[in-house]
């Protein structure tokens, strides 16, 4: 199975902070990799899919890069409606895994 | 719009079966393939299973696989999850999800359901 890791796995920001989030796969997983936020008591939603693609009526300031093994999720000016868990997940192949997550939390 | 219904959750013994379903609405269901999320209280996010669009390709995590089987009804705009042997690790609240495929096999979970709360409890 493909693991991947998250780091770091919490993180404390301010509103308006630059916050950047790594996700690392065990092996090459080329661009199969997607992003999703989650609120507490919510279902996750998804943010990037295939590495860097926005998915439609996420704001601009989410970004999605990498390839490979080593991808990244930027936040370029943190929002109050920011703060929740990231995830990322491949989907090269099967079983399909998550990231354990990484907190976003007000500093 | 569009949405995803999950329902069939609630208290079950160990060794015991339940059925979930997932009720789609609001966009062509047998055009999509579709997915099932768990999330242990308090844990992260594991894959289940998918299944395609007309039902023909399944797989199943390790986890499941022997004791959980997905299905779909088209006709029903339905997705189900048949849990078997239940224990107390599969305790979670249960996600379905909508399959965006983008660039041929590229898969997303771009919709979810609220989910259904299952605990495997004597």
């Known amino acids: 199975d493909i693991q991947m890791t998250q780091s770091p796995s919490s993180l404390s920001a301010s509103v308006g902070d630059r916050v950047t989030i790594s996700c690392r796969a065990s092996?090459?997983?080329?661009?199969?990799l997607n992003w999703y936020q989650q609120k507490p008591g919510k279902a996750p939603k998804l943010l990037i899919y295939?590495?860097?693609s926005l998915q439609s009526g996420v704001p601009s300031r989410f970004s999605g890069s990498g390839s490979g093994t080593d991808f990244t999720l930027t936040i370029s000016s943190l929002q109050p409606e920011d703060f929740a868990t990231y995830y990322c997940q491949q989907n090269y192949n099967t079983p399909w895994t998550f990231g354990r997550g990484t907190k976003v939390e007000i500093k | 719009q569009v949405q995803l219904v999950e329902s069939g959750g609630g208290l079950v013994k160990p060794g015991g079966s339940r059925r979930l379903s997932c009720a789609a609405s609001?966009?062509?269901?047998?055009?999509?393939?579709m997915t099932w999320i768990r999330q242990a209280p308090g844990k992260g996010l594991e894959w289940l299973s998918y299944?395609?669009?007309?039902?023909?390709?399944?797989y199943y995590a390790d986890s499941v696989k022997g004791r959980f089987t997905i299905s779909r009804d088209n006709a029903k705009n339905s997705l189900y999850l048949q849990m078997n042997s239940l224990r107390a690790e599969d305790t979670a609240m249960y996600y379905c999800?909508?399959?965006?495929?983008?660039?041929?096999?590229?898969?997303?979970?771009?919709?979810w359901g609220q989910g259904t709360t299952v605990t495997v409890s004597s």
């Open positions: 295939v590495a860097s």
């Open positions: 299944i395609s669009s007309r039902g023909l390709s399944i």
């Open positions: 609001g966009f062509s269901f047998s055009d999509y393939y």
């Open positions: 999800a909508r399959l965006l495929e983008a660039y041929g096999d590229y898969y997303a979970m771009d919709v």
């Open positions: 092996q090459t997983i080329n661009a199969y």
